[in-house]
């Protein structure tokens, strides 16, 4: 052991013991350098003040989302976990926002549309107005977060400001009856457990990105561990969403442009964060997901989650080998030298297409296969370039305004998804529960699709084609 | 003739008092209660961790026992705390509990 003084109270990995006070160090240490080593949020050691050269700048703000109607809770239950989730984030004296996920119903158009990344110019500002976001819903992590943050100095200027802003929901307490119908609705027409899991977490960040936009935040900080990245690895790969990897898994994401979700927690262990609440008292709140009590093969996130975790029984190495895997996976140098303004983004998850596919692609070879096993033969456009990539958005399926003279089937939308959103999609019954935002924006691009197919031939083309 | 130890072993009930606490969710598979004030049953050895578990399976767990146990230890992803301290340092289910000991049952299945 390390100190050679203290009892151990905790052994990480074969042979690493910790007492007490050596933990701790450990842990908020490794917070600090896994910030300072990413260089996101701190520009430098300038700004720091030289009475205390730890001092590290931002003003968190804290989010809940209460998803309590997709797990089928009642309003009783969900308004006494809110107020239980209220006081623990009192306590922490930072800003906080609760909101129901029902609040995706009223989300503008707009939220689809990529931020433009400001952060040449608003770098400073980001610094002063660095907020993390954290989902408090999940037990451990916030709890976490918070205690770090509390540790940590802020800067008070900016606090204010922020202070301005806070609004808390619980108050104005229980969401509109007819939106939590919606919502349950939404999740009722989905087919299987491992596309609920995919709406859910897709609906949740639209929603936290939505919060951040609308309270200046620059960054959201999420808690995923050591182990759930890897167990989302895994998921992700099997899902269909192995281009994804660098974003989903990634220390930073930044496909939303102008807010970028970053993984500070990426390095921990659950273990060294349940034993980091324990030993110091951090305050944390249990509300049953989604999944819970689920039995292991219900969906193919829980699959790789028990799979992992038997391993990882047997063969401690399991999950950091998996995570080491992750950190070595880069977008490809083709995607980063596209210019983002042209470069078509899922509709509901944001990454840029993966759907361009030349003939000699394992993708193209689905399509076929698809194709074939379908009793209607659709034709693929192989001369000229096909309007939407595929060539069956803009035939055949009524597109019209939204709403009734739409045939609201998934396949409609299949153009604006990438191909892990697409076996999402697939899923649903019916287009018709999702929310209007996702059905406009759908709606937009195809009119634009249109459009573009009508005055092609005035074009001066770039080898850009139909986007 | 007096043997003052062979009386002592017969007569003595050495009662173990125990505090059990179920947290991160485990709770959920004992009706929700998180704190369990235990007294086992008295037997001639110390209980250790592996008799504790099966006790615990007969007399507290009320719902899906394969979500806590597997086979003869606690089910991948449940951390166990003896007095604050991890069950590896401890021996895990060799571990002798003493009388008053705390023991915590921590799910991370829930975390992030």
Not at chain 1, 310 to 328: A, G, M, N
Request: hydrophobic share 35%; net charge neutral.
């Amino acid at each position: 052991m390390k100190c050679k003084e203290g009892s151990a109270v905790l052994i990480i990995r074969v042979g690493d013991a910790f007492c007490k006070p050596c933990f701790k160090e450990y842990f908020v240490h490794k917070f600090r350098a896994t910030l300072g080593k990413n260089r996101v949020v701190y520009p430098g050691e300038k700004g720091l003040s030289c009475n205390a050269p730890k001092k590290l700048r931002f003003v968190p703000g804290i989010v809940f989302i209460d998803e309590g109607a997709v797990c089928g809770q009642s309003w009783e239950k969900r308004h006494q976990i809110i107020c239980e989730v209220q006081g623990v984030l009192q306590q922490t004296r930072f800003p906080f926002h609760i909101m129901p996920l029902e609040e995706v119903f009223s989300l503008p158009d707009s939220i689809l549309q990529s931020g433009v990344s400001q952060e040449r110019q608003n770098y400073k500002q980001a610094v002063d107005h660095f907020i993390g976001l954290q989902q408090t819903h999940r037990d451990t992590e916030c709890s976490v977060i918070m205690e770090k943050m509390s540790q940590l100095k802020t800067v008070d200027s900016a606090v204010s400001a922020v202070s301005d802003r806070i609004y808390n929901c619980a108050e104005d307490s229980r969401p509109q009856g007819a939106h939590t119908q919606k919502l349950i609705e939404l999740f009722d027409s989905v087919k299987t457990q491992t596309a609920k899991f995919q709406f859910l977490h897709m609906l949740r960040n639209h929603l936290i990105l939505h919060i951040a936009r609308a309270n200046g935040y620059s960054k959201v900080m999420t808690g995923e561990s050591c182990n759930r990245l890897a167990v989302n690895l895994l998921s992700n790969i099997s899902l269909g969403r192995g281009a994804f990897l660098p974003l989903d898994i990634g220390f930073c994401d930044s496909r939303n442009g102008d807010v970028a979700v970053i993984r500070p927690m990426r390095d921990y262990f659950l273990k060294e964060i349940i034993f980091y609440n324990r030993l110091f008292n951090v305050s944390s709140v249990f509300t049953p997901g989604i999944d819970t009590k689920a039995p292991e093969s219900s969906s193919i996130q829980r699959l790789s989650e028990t799979f992992i975790n038997k391993l990882q029984e047997d063969f401690p190495s399991t999950v950091s080998t998996v995570y080491r895997t992750s950190e070595k996976l880069n977008v490809s140098k083709t995607d980063v030298d596209k210019d983002t303004c042209l470069k078509e983004l899922c509709l509901l998850c944001q990454c840029p297409l993966d759907t361009h596919a030349d003939t000699a692609s394992a993708f193209h070879a689905t399509l076929v296969s698809q194709q074939l096993s379908q009793k209607v033969g659709l034709k693929t456009e192989d001369s000229g370039k096909p309007c939407c990539k595929e060539g069956t958005c803009c035939k055949g399926q009524e597109y019209g305004d939204t709403g009734h003279s739409r045939s609201l089937q998934a396949a409609s939308i299949f153009p604006w998804l990438c191909y892990g959103c697409r076996l999402t999609v697939k899923d649903l019954k019916t287009l018709n529960h999702l929310p209007q935002y996702i059905l406009h924006e759908a709606d937009h691009r195809t009119h634009r699709c249109e459009m573009r197919k009508e005055i092609q031939e005035f074009l001066i083309e770039d080898d850009i084609g139909c986007v | 003739m007096y043997h003052p130890h062979l009386r002592y072993a017969k007569d003595v009930r050495i009662t173990h008092v125990f505090i059990i606490c179920f947290r991160g969710g485990a709770e959920l598979l004992f009706d929700g209660v998180k704190q369990h004030h235990v007294t086992l049953p008295s037997q001639s050895n110390h209980w250790d961790i592996r008799q504790l578990l099966v006790w615990i399976k007969d007399n507290l767990l009320k719902d899906r026992p394969e979500l806590f146990i597997q086979g003869h230890t606690v089910r991948p992803g449940i951390l166990v705390l003896i007095n604050d301290a991890d069950w590896e340092l401890m021996g895990e289910l060799d571990y002798q509990l003493q009388d008053k000991d705390n023991i915590v049952f921590i799910s991370t299945l829930h975390g992030g």
